[in-house]
């Protein structure tokens, strides 16, 4: 079940919009890094957390308290997915189209004609094919999902945690074997089409070749061997598309004390034309 907290009614201008989208691994571990990330960063009106690790009465009142509206949709110990605004938001839906996976994974609001759809992937690798099967019809779900806002010509964003590596160039060399589920050749298939429904893969529109990276594994070094795979994205309808302006990967975060493994995507949209 989600849970929605509203927090008071904030003034709203034809403004550029930023959001962003971050696994942040635990929310109640890291919940101070979340609000002095969100201190730090003003003009971010959206931030999509993933593997939020809690139900939803467990979620920190904290960010309610300070006047954020959140919507969060738990579960316990495990997965879920919370979207914290600084802007009255409405959920428009919970769980995808046709994907049985009782697991909370997909939370989506509109806010200000703006639709952010924030989701958290299987990953893949657990549970022999079954496990990875789950991953392939969360993908389908998307497909079709995207397929229904893209005929309302909804202005909108899929973002988060995709466990996908796209391309090759989307991960360090010997980061993972050709047979890990964030690379097998039906996975990076699989996003392909969700793309050839008409969306736009933000970083690359912007960012055509060269590594980017959004997380990097607790072992081995791998942040300080830059040692990373670019797996949390933000694909883009053409509405939202047409106003992309950037894209920032916040690298610092990931060598902060007790941080997650992964770091905050950040997007622009220039405002809306009149």
Same mark, same amino acid.
């Given at each position: 079940?989600?849970?929605?907290?509203?927090?008071?009614?904030?003034?709203?201008?034809?403004?550029?919009?930023?959001?962003?989208?971050?696994?942040? $691994?635990?929310?109640?571990?890291?919940?101070?890094?979340?609000? @002095?990330?969100?201190?730090?960063?003003?003009?971010?009106?959206?931030? #999509?957390?993933?593997?939020?690790?809690?139900? +939803?009465?467990?979620?920190?009142? =904290?960010?309610? +308290?300070?006047?954020?509206?959140?919507?969060?949709?738990?579960?316990? !110990?495990?997965?879920?997915?919370?979207?914290?605004?600084?802007?009255? &938001?409405?959920?428009?839906?919970?769980?995808?189209?046709?994907?049985?996976?009782?697991?909370?994974?997909?939370?989506?609001?509109?806010?200000?004609?703006?639709?952010?759809g924030n989701l958290y992937l299987p990953n893949g690798n657990s549970g022999g094919e079954e496990g990875y099967a789950r991953?392939?019809?969360?993908?389908?779900?998307?497909? +079709?999902? #995207?397929?229904?806002?893209?005929?309302?010509?909804?202005?909108?964003?899929?973002?988060? @945690?995709? $466990?996908?590596?796209?391309?090759? +160039?989307?991960?360090?060399?010997k980061a993972l074997s050709a047979s890990d589920a964030l690379v097998r050749p039906e996975t990076r298939a699989a996003f392909?089409?969700?793309?050839?429904?008409?969306?736009?893969?933000?970083?690359? !529109?912007?960012?055509?070749?060269?590594?980017?990276?959004?997380?990097?594994?607790?072992?081995?070094?791998?942040?300080?061997?830059?040692?990373? &795979?670019?797996?949390?994205? !933000?694909?883009?309808?053409?509405?939202?598309?047409?106003?992309?302006?950037?894209?920032?990967?916040?690298?610092?975060?990931? #060598?902060?004390?007790?941080? =997650? @493994?992964?770091?905050?995507?950040?997007?622009? &949209?220039? #405002?809306?034309?009149?």
């Amino acid at each position: 079940m989600w849970h929605q907290l509203f927090i008071g009614i904030n003034p709203v201008s034809n403004t550029p919009l930023r959001f962003a989208t971050w696994n942040i $691994n635990s929310i109640r571990a890291r919940a101070h890094l979340v609000h @002095d990330w969100l201190d730090r960063n003003p003009d971010c009106t959206l931030l #999509a957390l993933q593997e939020i690790k809690c139900e +939803e009465h467990q979620f920190p009142t =904290s960010f309610a +308290e300070a006047g954020f509206h959140v919507a969060i949709l738990g579960q316990k !110990a495990y997965n879920g997915v919370a979207i914290i605004s600084r802007r009255p &938001l409405t959920v428009t839906m919970t769980g995808l189209p046709g994907v049985t996976d009782p697991s909370s994974r997909y939370i989506e609001v509109e806010c200000d004609g703006f639709t952010l759809g924030n989701l958290y992937l299987p990953n893949g690798n657990s549970g022999g094919e079954e496990g990875y099967a789950r991953k392939l019809a969360f993908f389908d779900g998307l497909t +079709e999902r #995207a397929r229904t806002l893209l005929s309302t010509h909804t202005c909108f964003a899929f973002i988060g @945690d995709y $466990n996908v590596c796209p391309t090759d +160039e989307d991960l360090a060399p010997k980061a993972l074997s050709a047979s890990d589920a964030l690379v097998r050749p039906e996975t990076r298939a699989a996003f392909r089409r969700l793309l050839w429904t008409g969306l736009t893969d933000g970083l690359r !529109a912007l960012h055509p070749t060269g590594p980017y990276y959004t997380f990097w594994d607790y072992q081995s070094a791998a942040f300080q061997r830059n040692s990373g &795979l670019r797996i949390d994205h !933000a694909l883009l309808s053409p509405r939202a598309a047409e106003r992309l302006t950037s894209i920032t990967i916040d690298r610092d975060e990931r #060598a902060r004390e007790k941080c =997650s @493994d992964h770091v905050p995507v950040i997007i622009e &949209l220039a #405002a809306r034309s009149t």
